[in-house]
């Protein structure tokens, strides 16, 4: 079958995207378009190289998209592979190129926000389909795609209220065909749970960072003190600070419940300190220790 898949944002999600679409997607008739638009002519063709490197299936038809969003016509799926903020008003832009078939979906991590504001518009219920993927690294930028980003990892599927079953089957049959294991959740609870498992880290990640600054001295100082654990650490502070104020602003609430409850805990390890010898912290140490080997 002739699908034409759109990709909108070039950075890692969306380039990685690229690459599993023409790997899994191996019908020749297929065709890619791309388009993204913070990057200069140069960055332009390096990209195309790239991505024509590293394909599997070179003979995939690929295109870079010069007239958006006129060129995404007849497209069979969209996906919105930019920051969060960007999302709603990408929709309402590429609104008028909806087509009978075409399913769009994004890759934000923020869902809630998405979903309320796309369900003010009864055009998108049958055509966008919200998705998280919860996949990722601490680089940004299409450099660092990766073909098996997806591979394995969930995708959370977040519907607005009325959407077609059909619409929501297709769009998980999508993440199958590339490997991924899609699963449908309810918006508010897919933010609340990230908040802890994803928000929360983050920002304890990049506050660590700041902190050690502050007490140790300068790069040079603190490189002879860290060793492989506050790398490990540490390492998603590297994320890509645009996308983190989007994800900030939008689950908010529930990154301060996080941070409140984290910071009750906190006080009472600190006031467990005054009994440094207790037989209760190597219980502390254990139940933290098999609770992480059972998420491995």
Request: one cysteine or more; a positive charge.
């Amino acid at each position: 079958m002739n699908q034409k898949i759109s990709i909108i944002g070039t950075g890692l999600l969306g380039m990685s995207l690229a690459l599993a679409v023409t790997q899994n997607f191996s019908d020749n008739n297929n065709s890619l378009f791309l388009w993204d638009p913070h990057l200069d002519s140069v960055s332009i063709k390096q990209l195309i190289m790239r991505v024509r490197q590293l394909s599997k299936n070179k003979k995939m038809k690929m295109k870079w998209i010069t007239k958006f969003p006129d060129e995404i016509t007849n497209s069979k799926y969209v996906l919105l592979c930019s920051p969060a903020a960007t999302i709603v008003p990408l929709l309402k832009k590429i609104q008028p190129q909806f087509n009978q078939n075409m399913i769009v979906m994004d890759v934000a991590s923020v869902k809630n926000h998405i979903v309320q504001q796309s369900e003010k518009n009864t055009l998108f219920i049958n055509h966008f389909v919200p998705c998280h993927p919860m996949t990722g690294k601490e680089k940004s930028g299409f450099q660092w795609a990766d073909s098996n980003l997806y591979k394995n990892k969930t995708i959370f599927i977040t519907p607005l209220k009325g959407t077609p079953n059909s619409l929501i089957q297709q769009t998980a049959n999508f993440w199958k065909k590339l490997k991924a294991n899609p699963l449908i959740i309810d918006p508010l609870q897919h933010d609340a749970k990230v908040a802890w498992t994803s928000h929360l880290p983050h920002v304890l990640a990049c506050l660590l960072v700041q902190l050690v600054k502050e007490n140790v001295g300068s790069p040079q100082e603190i490189r002879k003190f860290i060793g492989s654990g506050f790398l490990d650490f540490t390492r998603i502070a590297s994320g890509n600070p645009q996308i983190w104020k989007d994800i900030i602003s939008m689950n908010y609430k529930n990154i301060q419940l996080t941070i409140r409850k984290y910071r009750v805990e906190l006080m009472k390890l600190e006031n467990k300190l005054n009994y440094p010898t207790s037989d209760s912290w190597e219980k502390f140490f254990q139940v933290s220790k098999k609770q992480r080997e059972k998420l491995l």
